[in-house]
């Protein structure tokens, strides 16, 4: 069944209704197909897809960073061209975060190319470019804690994420979770702090000697030229901002919708079926106007405001948030070694329109509130005892803060 609060808060147990909601948008003109596809991530009825490749997407984050910067530095140099900087500290985080939701996640799975060497150095680079987690410790641990039998138990570190890193717990409400996360959290100096910290180390401790001086002699040489160049304020606005506090805000609420947490009452804690229970796409806008609505009036209005919301309120959780493919992060656990993974949302599709073989039926919820709501209060009915904190053997803050990206 699909329940529907209002336009903007669409949750979907089925595809139907999903369905519906996109096929709405065939109103708009059809230059606007393919980009509401990719703003949603979900196809509209019988669109075909784009052959996307592992490299393209390579190419689009690397170029979405190297023009983010190039706008910040233009804004900066004009001096007071504020929108504009704006516009470049979007971009340079759009860039890192497909590099870092991406690339770097499945070269750690050997399936960006499935050729081992060419996806470790990828890897390697855009940890050691982004500050995260040292790869080789990375792949090692999302396989064998996040992709096995411990799924969104307290050896997953997604769920020790929740409990030490977001200190929220089961018994808490909606809105003590919602007050955490926005007060304690995001608008924590202390918490960015720390985060940043545990970024650091849980790239640098792990790796080898030679690893950490090619890394340090890359950052000193970039610190160098911007002394000598007088571009430090540049480097410290531009790059380091949108790579600490943007970078963790976005890391963070991604956090808050990659999975769901089990039910107490589910006994059966194996198989396709409960596995694919923690796991929802999360689809981003809303239904479009009714074509048939009386007055011209009140159809510009629907409109202005539809409009309004996709490019103001879903655009920007889309391009920021739920960047690449974790819109449908529901196929990657059902198929994490798909070799479709570049053409995320028509892949996903497919499997649907195939009967999702041997699955049971994909889960769909539209909007990033509503997503952040159904984890919370999943997490607020889960069984105490399971998800005690003191349950978590003792792991270190980079362990923590290593575990919101994974």
């Known amino acids: 069944m699909v329940t529907q609060a209002n336009p903007a808060t669409t949750s ?32 509209a009825t019988g669109q075909r897809p784009l052959r996307l490749t592992p490299g393209i997407h390579l190419a689009a984050a690397t170029v979405s960073v190297l023009i983010g910067l190039s706008l910040s530095w233009v804004a900066m140099a004009g001096g007071g061209w504020w929108l504009l900087l704006i ?26 190319w499935a050729r081992p060497r060419r996806d470790q150095v990828v890897g390697r680079i855009v940890a050691g470019v982004l500050l995260v987690q040292d790869f080789s410790r990375y792949s090692t641990e999302h396989v064998l804690d996040h992709h096995a039998v ?16 977001l200190g929220l717990r089961p018994g808490m409400t909606r809105r003590e979770m919602w007050r955490r996360l926005i007060v304690h959290k995001l608008l924590s100096p202390t918490f960015h702090l720390s985060f940043l910290i545990g970024r650091i180390q849980s790239y640098f401790a792990p790796a080898s000697w030679r690893q950490r001086l090619l890394t340090l002699t890359v ?29 963790q805000v976005s890391n ?33 806008g809303e239904r479009a106007p009714n074509r048939e609505v009386s007055g011209r009036l009140r ?4 409109w202005a405001r539809w409009w309004l919301r996709m490019l103001t309120v879903h655009l920007p959780v889309r391009y920021l948030v739920l960047t690449g493919d974790t819109v449908v992060h529901d196929f990657h656990h059902r198929h994490p ?55 978590i053997p003792e792991v270190s803050g980079r362990s923590v803060f290593s575990a919101f990206d994974d």
């Open 87 to 112: 516009v470049g500290w979007a971009m340079t985080l759009h860039g890192a975060r497909n590099a870092r939701m991406m690339v770097y996640h499945q070269a750690a799975h050997r399936n960006m």
């Open 12 to 43: 979907c147990t089925a595809t139907a209704e999903s369905v519906m909601i996109r096929d709405s948008m065939s109103a708009v003109p059809r230059i606007f197909a393919m980009p509401l596809t990719f703003l949603t991530g979900k196809p």
């Open 337 to 391: 070694m798909s070799r479709e993974w570049a053409d995320y949302i028509f892949a996903r599709q497919a499997d649907i329109d195939a009967g999702h073989r041997g699955w049971p039926p994909y889960r769909e919820i539209w909007g990033l509130v509503p997503a952040i709501n159904l984890v919370f209060e999943s997490l607020s009915r889960a069984d105490p005892q399971e998800y005690d904190r003191a349950r």
């Open 150 to 165: 411990h799924h969104m138990t307290v050896r997953d570190p997604t769920v020790q994420a929740f409990l030490i890193g």
């Open 299 to 302: 159809r510009l209005r629907g």
């Open 219 to 247: 950052y000193g040489a970039v610190i160098a030229l911007a002394v000598r160049f007088d571009a430090w304020v540049f480097l410290l606005v531009a790059w380091v901002l949108p790579m600490t506090f943007f970078y």
């Open 252 to 284: 963070t609420l991604r956090l808050c919708v990659k999975h769901t947490f089990p039910s107490p009452a589910a006994t059966e804690r194996r198989g396709r079926g409960y596995f694919a229970s923690l796991t929802n796409a999360i689809l981003i």
